[in-house]
Each structure stands twice: as C-alpha cells, then as structure tokens.
C-alpha cells in the first residue's frame, strides 16, 4: 500500500512558475513509476507528466512539454513537478499517482492550481 500527500501549487499570474511535491509513504516508493495527472473544471482527468521507478525515463503531455519539469527523490520517498511558464488554461487540480507498468492504482488526494491572466 502506498499513500501519497502532494503539497505546494497555489494562486500564480500568467508566466510564473509554481512547484507541486508529493511525499509518499511505504518502503517501496522506488519501485513505483511516478506521475501526475489533472483536472480542469469540467473536463476529463488528463495525463500531465510521469517518470519510472529510476528516473531514468520522463514523459510529458504535448501542452506541457518544454514547461514542466518532473523528478523525483528515492531516498526521500518524493516526486516533484516543476511548473514554469504558467498559463491560464494549466488551471487544474493536479494529483500525484503510482503505479507500475503506465497502471497507476494509487492516487493522492489533489492539489489546486490557479493561473490567472
């Protein structure tokens, strides 16, 4: 069992930057991939970013590409997603997954993001 607590994110303007942390419990955090998804008011759950067990491997959503950065920390059991160049339409609330194999069965409870314009 793996329970994850993202942390960070908030209220930012228009082309800052904001980064969202995600602790997770249990000893094998580093056999897990790692991700994020979002959601918008009123749309589907989407796939943000996502990184293998080893970090070795990173992978991003086209809208998200070049901006967002994911990383994460092995011997502190936490994930990271560095968000610059912010815009309006990133609003979300975004939430930390594990999983194995692109399966991602474990999900934190959300975290809000607000760019404003």
């Known amino acids: 069992q793996v329970q994850l607590v993202e942390s960070g994110g908030g209220l930012v303007q228009a082309g800052g930057s904001l980064n969202l942390s995600c602790a997770a419990s249990g000893r094998t955090f580093s056999s897990y991939d790692m991700g994020w998804f979002r959601q918008a008011p009123g749309k589907e759950r989407e796939f943000v970013a996502a990184?293998?067990?080893?970090?070795?491997?990173?992978y991003y959503a086209d809208s998200v590409k070049g901006r967002f950065t994911i990383s994460r920390d092995n011997a502190k059991n936490t994930v990271y997603l560095q968000m610059n160049s912010l815009k309006p339409e990133d609003t979300a609330v975004y939430y930390c997954v594990a999983g194995v194999h692109g399966s991602y069965v474990y999900w934190g409870q959300g975290r809000q993001v607000t760019v404003s314009s």
């Open positions: 990184t293998t067990w080893s970090g070795g491997s990173t």
